[in-house]
């Protein structure tokens, strides 16, 4: 009790802000590590190695992986120190931030697109977490023994054209998540964490090792590495900044959150890099096991939602220990979307007890009745209501696609306009380098990105796809 800082270095953002409730007792990350630790859990999680790999093979692999970075890198890295930046500097959830600095202003609006992104993210994340668990029970019964890429395409399409188990899984992903934020153990989940996702890490690793050693596995580097420019399109380009803002968990505020919780000292330029490295390694590490296990599969198509869940139970079976690999592995990746989850239902729920002061039992109940409401329709899209289409996308595919390609991606070109144009100049450098103690070359570097680059980077990415097609 003495001593409080120390207690709360590993904690959740989510629960400090249980501690304290004035800006100047807030609680704060114990330093870089903390905040490092803290963002990259709700960072890595399903978008890198159930997302990236489909979005990437639908949209010609090494072109879109080339550009991919250069959003990340280039637009991912600004939007989330400006996240970080106005955070920390208003020491304030996502919506009280805006409202706070810009009282005037309809910037709050931005937070409330968030808090709704975040709703919408969790309920079609909560259907493929629900997939995961049921892969974690097929791996523990050895369903996927001998079963060859058609067959295990088969089982995969069977089971989420169920319309009972789906959804009685993805419940349960919901469920979980909302009673680690109601019994406020993310403290223990977070140092579970910290535990299980290095051992994620290696086991990752080790299947990347088996997948580049694949006969035919070449073929599947070389879709990845060698950039076949003719297979980008417009649409490609949309995407890659909509899964690069959706990996990152930027463009809708939960950095904004998490900003509010770095000490004043902690320099923020290095640090978001570190985050941004950290998931692109896991994503790329993603692609690379996927990838050559397609090519060694000779499976031509490279898409889908289903594509990690077909090709690495095949990996599995070509592997010394694949059984305990495969059980530990689809266990892992649950715990990885656990991290993430728990970042999302955090958004409305904060939002509630804030502004309507509704207790957080309340409130967690009623932002995962929500999500699991409008969960239940994405979960079905795969089997009963995979013909009911808006736009030509099922309901599932329509928040895929809406959340991460317009509404984060919007989200993003606003708090980068806000920042950039609003905020200051000066007073963002300053946050950046904590005071002038951090690198102000990088500092000036980024917030030139912010100005200019980012905001006509995502408009003209914007723009491009309303006018040349393929925003729906
Ligand atoms: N980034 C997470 C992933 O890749 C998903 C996620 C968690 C997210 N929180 C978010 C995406 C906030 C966008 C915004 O799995």
Known sequence: MLNIKKRLIFVSPFVLRKFTTMKENRGSFSGKLGVVAVAAGSAVGLGNIWRFPYIAGENGGGAFLIVYLIFVFLIGVPVMLSEFAIGRKAGCNAYGTFKRLSPKGGWWLVGLMGIIAAVMIFSFYGTVAGWTLEYVKKSICNDFAGQDVAALAQTFGDFTSQPVMPTVWMIIFVALTALV?????????????????????????????????????????????????????????????????????????????????????????????????????????????????????????????????????????????????????????????????????????????????????????????????????????FGLLSDFTIFGKTIFDLFDYTTANIMLTFGALLIVIYVGWFFGRKKFIEELTAGGKGNVKLAKFISILVKFVAPVGIGLVAIGSLVIGGIV
Do not use: H
Request: charged share 10%; hydrophobic share 55%; net charge neutral.
């Open 181 to 381: 934020i109601l019994f406020g153990v993310e403290k223990g989940i977070e140092k579970v964490s910290k535990v299980l996702m290095p051992i994620l890490l290696v086991l990752i690793i080790a299947i990347c090792v088996r997948a580049v050693t694949l006969p035919n596995a070449s073929k599947g580097l070389e879709f990845l590495f060698k950039p076949d420019w003719s297979s980008l399109t417009f649409k490609g380009v949309l995407m890659a900044l909509g899964q690069a803002a959706f990996s990152l968990s930027i463009g809708m505020g939960t950095m904004i959150t998490y900003g509010s919780y770095i000490k004043k000292d902690t320099p923020l330029a290095s640090t978001a890099i570190e985050i941004a490295t950290c998931d692109t390694v896991v994503a790329l590490l993603g692609a690379i096991m996927v990838f050559p296990t397609l090519a060694f599969l000779g499976a031509e198509s490279a898409g889908g939602p289903g594509l990690v869940f077909i090709t690495l139970p095949a990996i599995f079976q070509a592997m010394p220990g694949g059984y305990i690999f495969a059980i530990l592995f689809f266990l892992l990746l649950s715990v990885a979307a656990l991290t993430s989850t728990i970042s999302l239902l955090e958004v409305p729920v904060a939002f509630l007890v804030d502004e309507f002061k509704m207790s957080r039992k309340k409130a967690t109940l009623l932002s995962s009745s929500v999500i699991i409401f409008l969960g239940v329709f994405c979960t079905l899209s």
